[in-house]
């Protein structure tokens, strides 16, 4: 083992190295000596996977977020204060009672952040332009705090207490990373203790069997320790070890955790987590293809090609304008501002998103030349498109990421690709995204087997009524700091845009932790052609008696809204909110409702009576087809991080939001809406389509049928909550159905079984049709002439999927 350097031996050997390498911005130090091991090899490619290469330490923005880890070591060098139970004085991990209740989940984690915090410091001492690289003084504190940590706590006698994370993924990625930058630092006893801990608490048996905290992206995390580990301590049993329990989290699941064929990602059973934990599996799996690639163990399974599939099948419907939509993130919106840090954002939709895009492109080395070329465009568009928050300038982002992502930025050969549009379903997380010319939205629902919300590890507080049929939307060149700009903490949680809600009094954490609070529905989902669709909601509050019907019918330049049967018992009010719009802290957008300009003062409410259309500058419209009652405020609200994360920061923050909703009274028994939100429609726009009363056509609204037909477009949507008839349709059983007519003289009917459970389905249109041209299995007879009629066998094994027949008009 190579001993430690001197101070002045280190830079005397070091000198023209490293004048190459800033020239060249690889970081200092490391590498593979002759005769290397193959163990040798894997540990300097994931050095530089931590590190990053290709980037100069004295361009931007390298040479301020190099300096601002160098600031960052150092503070941590200076503060640390080895002592029994602490490794630096505000991080005391010395559990006076362990178990595994909350203030133990304290102590495991301050236990893992002092690992963290060596790892910061760590690559300071790698990375060139820190100010801190090489530093003799900085690496004996580094060396100093792994011995202490080991001898304190984290090591092969200990006993886990606090939060199993701790203990099996954050403690023993961040020793593992800070072992491989500083392995020629380390003893042979040192690295042997260091592999012990690991052993102790990430045993062979942690992958035993895909279950419980074993699945999905925790997986992932645990292979890495594996991997790293037998890296780290030259054991080739372990890292194919890792290698191989990577395998159960590539084939697609049908529940629970894991891929989903539609897209779907869900991590701890319940919870739609795509831009959260997924973006960890993402990332994670990128890391480890990548370092294993051309070695003994590189990764071989031919299922691994569903992980990049799932690139444009899973993350890209989600990803807008660099950001991943905050319905599939959990608990992580709660996460804006730290108690800690009060002057730094954590995370938000955008940074999250660019996380994502660095994930993609690392993952691209490992992919299809075509696959590569197409993602790094997709990567280049959006970094492009993102105005709100440029990724380059991101502040949580590492210097390796910044990396990846200059890299795309910067090469001339790669032409950014356009935002995707289309129609997307993700029935395995009663999910739903919008995406057209100009603008994007997303619906989130809930089921028997998606949760309302989740929370846990005191975050996520008030998350209750996500799940409630919230509808986000964002505009291709506004905004898109809607839900950004400290929405979380400051809008009324009562009323989220989209959500049908009791106006009950929920505590924090209502429902319990992880996802744990279902509602006991199963008609959740839709039918789309990848156009346009017909999605479906029955509602049942959390912790209430509410129950309701909504749908929506995603088209062209509109989404049309429809709630039917709302009714409940709680002794309250029940709202349908329509908007509820973030103006930011000062609220100054324009507001209009049929040609007239609404006060722009706070506060201002007022009751509009018979409101055709009504317009919020800068934003979009909406219309309210044969006039509505709705309530409008422009509210100042203040909130804190705090209030929804225990951990978030107690600054008082304020934002201005304009507010529409349906007021359906006390203990309502039949209340209903229909309006439609048209995203980016100007005041004239809006106003135009209020006045074409032709356009749309409401069907049905009520608790057996919702439907709509628009005739320009040639389109038919009704979601079947029972069977029966709307227009010119006829279902035998609960289903979802769109249709759209083509002015080519054919037609596209899309059917599916939202509830999983119809063994047989007959569907009737009645229009003249010649022939079917394409049908697919699960279609048993279809009778053409005078009308369509088709019927289905079991539908029940199809997962919600939607069912396309195309045929020929009569």
Same mark, same amino acid.
């Given at each position: ?10 830079? *005397? ?7 190459? *390498? ?12 002759? +005769? %290397?091991?193959?163990? $040798? ?22 040479? /301020? ?8 070591? +150092? ?11 602490? @490794?630096?004085?505000?991080?005391? &991990? ?41 530093? %003799? ?17 984290? !090591? ?11 203990? =099996? ?31 102790? &608490? ?15 992206? !925790? ?13 780290? +301590? ?30 779907? &990602?869900?991590?701890? /059973? ?18 480890? &293809? ?14 691994? =090609? ?60 490992? *992919? ?123 809008? $009324? ?28 529905? !199963? ?7 990848? =156009? ?81 259309? %009504? ?35 107690? /600054? ?24 439609? @939100? ?68 054919? %037609? ?63």
């Amino acid at each position: 083992m190579t001993r430690s350097w001197s101070r002045r031996s280190f830079l *005397a050997t070091t000198a023209t190295a490293s004048l190459a *390498a800033f020239a060249l911005g690889t970081p200092l130090f490391g590498g593979v000596a002759y +005769g %290397a091991t193959e163990h $040798d090899t894997l540990r300097a490619k994931w050095r530089t996977l931590l590190l990053g290469s290709g980037f100069s330490p004295t361009t931007e923005p390298f040479k /301020t977020k190099l300096a601002e880890l160098g600031t960052s070591a +150092g503070g941590y060098r200076s503060t640390m204060a080895p002592a029994t139970g602490s @490794l630096w004085p505000d991080l005391n &991990f010395a559990d006076p009672e362990p178990d595994t209740d909350q203030d133990s989940f304290g102590y495991s984690g301050r236990m893992s952040d002092s690992y963290s915090r060596l790892l910061t410091m760590a690559q300071a001492f790698c990375q060139p332009g820190t100010g801190l690289t090489g530093d %003799a003084t900085l690496k004996t504190a580094i060396l100093t705090g792994l011995d202490h940590l080991y001898a304190q706590v984290y !090591n092969e006698n200990q006993t886990r207490f606090g939060n199993w994370y701790s203990w =099996q993924i954050g403690a023993p990625q961040a020793l593992l990373d800070t072992c491989v930058l500083m392995y020629d630092h380390l003893s042979a006893t040192q690295i042997t203790n260091y592999c012990k801990a690991v052993d102790k &608490f990430v045993p062979d048996s942690a992958v035993a069997s895909y279950t419980g905290t074993s699945t999905g992206a !925790n997986r992932v995390d645990l292979c890495r320790v594996l991997i790293l580990r037998g890296i780290v +301590g030259a054991n080739s049993a372990k890292i194919a070890l890792g290698r191989d329990a990577l395998s159960p989290v590539f084939p697609y699941v049908t529940s629970g955790d894991g891929l989903y064929a539609d897209g779907s &990602f869900v991590q701890h /059973t319940t919870v739609p987590y795509t831009g959260s934990y997924g973006s960890v599996l993402l990332g994670g799996l990128g890391m480890l &293809f990548a370092v294993l690639a051309g070695s003994t163990w590189a990764v071989t399974d031919t299922k691994r =090609q569903i992980v990049f599939d799932a690139v444009e099948n899973a993350w890209a419907p989600f990803v807008y304008n660099g950001l991943i939509m905050d319905n599939v993130a959990g608990r992580a919106i709660s996460r804006g501002i730290s108690a800690s840090d009060p002057k730094a954002v954590m995370a938000n939709d955008h940074l999250r998103g660019h996380s994502i895009l660095a994930s993609i492109v690392l993952l691209a080395e490992g *992919a299809s030349a075509t696959e590569k070329a197409r993602w790094r465009g997709l990567v280049k568009g959006w970094m492009q498109r993102d105005y709100y928050s440029p990724p380059m300038q991101n502040p949580s982002m590492s210097v390796v990421g910044l990396s990846r992502l200059y890299g795309v930025a910067n090469d001339s050969a790669v032409a950014a690709i356009a935002e995707p549009t289309g129609h997307r379903l993700f029935s395995g997380m009663a999910r739903a995204t919008h995406r057209r010319p100009g603008w994007a939205a997303s619906i989130s629902m809930a089921n028997k087997r998606i949760t309302h919300y989740e929370t846990g590890n005191g975050e996520n507080l008030r998350g209750w009524h996500t799940g409630s049929g919230m509808l986000y939307w964002w505009g291709d060149t506004y905004a898109n700091g809607q839900y950004s700009d400290a929405f979380w903490p400051t809008v $009324d949680p009562y009323r989220l845009p989209g959500i049908t809600a009791s106006r009950k009094v929920l505590a924090d954490a209502a429902g319990g932790d992880w996802g744990a609070s279902m509602p006991d529905v !199963n008609w959740v989902g839709g039918a789309t052609d990848g =156009q346009r669709a017909s999605v479906g909601q029955y509602l049942r509050g959390l912790q209430s008696t509410l129950m309701a019907k909504k749908s929506w019918f995603c088209l062209d330049d509109a989404i049309v809204c429809l709630g039917a049967n709302i009714q409940a018992t709680d002794n309250t009010t029940v709202e349908s909110t329509i908007e509820n719009r973030n103006l930011g802290p000062t609220g100054t957008s324009g507001f209009t409702v049929d040609g007239v300009v609404k006060p722009a003062t706070y506060p201002w409410s007022e009751t509009l009576t018979g409101a055709k259309w %009504a317009h919020i500058a800068g934003h979009g419209g909406y219309v309210f087809p044969g006039g509505a009652t709705v309530k409008a405020l422009r509210d100042s609200r203040n909130g804190a991080w705090s209030d929804i994360n225990k951990g978030g920061s107690t /600054t008082a923050l304020n934002r201005k939001y304009l507010t529409m909703y349906v007021d359906h009274g006390y203990n309502p028994t039949d209340g209903s809406y229909t309006y439609l @939100l048209m995203p980016g429609a100007t005041a004239a726009q809006t106003s135009a389509r209020s006045a074409d009363t032709a356009w749309l056509q409401v069907l049905v609204n009520d608790d057996n049928q919702q439907g709509v037909r628009v005739p320009s477009l040639g389109f038919t949507g009704v979601n079947f909550w029972f069977g029966g008839t709307a227009g010119t349709l006829t279902a035998s059983a609960p289903c979802s159905v769109m249709i759209t007519e083509k002015s080519d003289g054919t %037609a596209v009917v899309c059917v599916s079984d939202p509830m999983r459970m119809q063994t047989a389905l007959t569907l009737t249109w009645n229009r003249a049709v010649s022939s079917v041209t394409s049908k697919p299995a699960t279609v048993t007879s279809a009778t053409t002439g005078a009308q369509l009629k088709l019927v289905f066998g079991d539908l029940s094994g199809t997962a919600g999927a939607t069912q396309k027949i195309t045929v020929r008009l009569g």
